[in-house]
Nanobody, 113 residues
Framework: QVQLVESGGGLVQSGGSLRLSCVAS????????MAWYRQAPGKQRELVAS???????TYGDSVKGRFTVSRDNAKNTVYLQMNSLKPDDTAVYYC???????WGRGTQVTVSS
């Protein structure tokens, strides 16, 4: 059964940091691109970052230079390190496996000004 479970969200002040984790119960995790999306109230879901099986990252323009995506294939886990957080980063963050069309339930990130 495909399952993605996010953790690490919370409330943080502007300028602070959080690290999100996503544990993936999927086959051949090490061969799959993984991604993080976010959705703020009243807005469309947007790509935050993705990482290929070769560890090549891609970032959305609004998070470049502040967020870092990484993976630990031994733990079937993908991470999102978020630094210099802004109130505009407030959203529910979702883990995604594009090739399986799988989504986690999301974790709330709230950045106070």
């Amino acid at each position: 059964q495909v399952q993605l479970v996010e953790s690490g969200g919370g409330l943080v002040q502007s300028g602070g940091s959080l690290r999100l984790s996503c544990v993936a119960s999927i086959t051949i995790f090490e061969h799959r691109t993984m991604a993080w999306y976010r959705q703020a109230p009243g807005k469309q879901r947007e790509l935050v970052a993705s990482i290929t099986r070769g560890d090549t990252p891609t970032y959305g323009d609004s998070v470049k230079g502040r967020f870092t995506v990484s993976r630990d294939n031994a733990k079937n886990t993908v991470y999102l390190q978020m630094n210099s957080l802004k109130p505009d980063d407030t959203a529910v963050y979702y883990c995604n496996c594009p090739t399986l069309g799988a989504w986690g339930r999301g974790t709330q990130v709230t950045v106070s000004s």
